[in-house]
């Protein structure tokens, strides 16, 4: 895809992506992923929209990092590797991509209990994206409460 054609799909349209994670099947050492687009509003929480080309970066507990453009309404990935009982993902490693992302509760909780694998800007996006996602009303502030003080 040209650059022009993915520059247009975010300067072209108000607002920002938000990518959610959500858990299919943690099966051992294999952890599936199914990741959906919406468009994410503080005043609206999430709405539906066509797609934007966003640069992912996946860290995991596995040492691999795997980068790609995810430019499609959902997207399933498969993790070989990752633990269940001590295993984690991460999207948008080191903060650099504008875009939120909201896990499930079993992602959040695996990230949550290994914050200390995880470098400094992924530890501050953490507790940032979820307090951002609470107060829009996407997620409980049960949720950020669990990850700001680690409970």
């Known amino acids: 895809m040209p650059v022009n054609d993915v520059m247009s799909g975010w300067t072209s349209r108000m607002g920002f992506p938000m990518v959610s994670a959500d858990v299919i099947s943690w099966d051992g050492d294999n952890l599936k ?3 959906k687009q919406s ?6 929480g999430l709405v539906e929209c066509e797609p934007w080309s966003i640069p992912l970066t996946i860290l995991s507990s596995n ?4 980068k ?3 430019d499609k309404s959902e997207l399933e990935i498969s993790l070989a590797g990752v633990k269940k009982e001590s295993g984690w993902m991460k999207l948008n490693a080191s ?4 875009h939120q992302v909201k896990y499930d509760s079993q992602l959040l909780s695996a990230l949550t209990k290994n914050l200390t694998s995880l470098d400094t800007l992924d530890r501050l996006a953490i507790p940032y994206e979820v307090n951002t996602l609470a107060s829009a009303g996407v997620v409980s502030i049960v949720e950020y409460l669990k990850v ?3 409970g």
């Open 33 to 35: 992923v199914k990741l």
């Open 39 to 44: 468009k994410f509003s503080k005043t609206a």
């Open 63 to 66: 040492g691999e990092e795997q």
């Open 68 to 70: 790609m453009i995810f």
């Open 95 to 98: 903060f650099m991509n504008w």
């Open 148 to 150: 700001r003080f680690k």
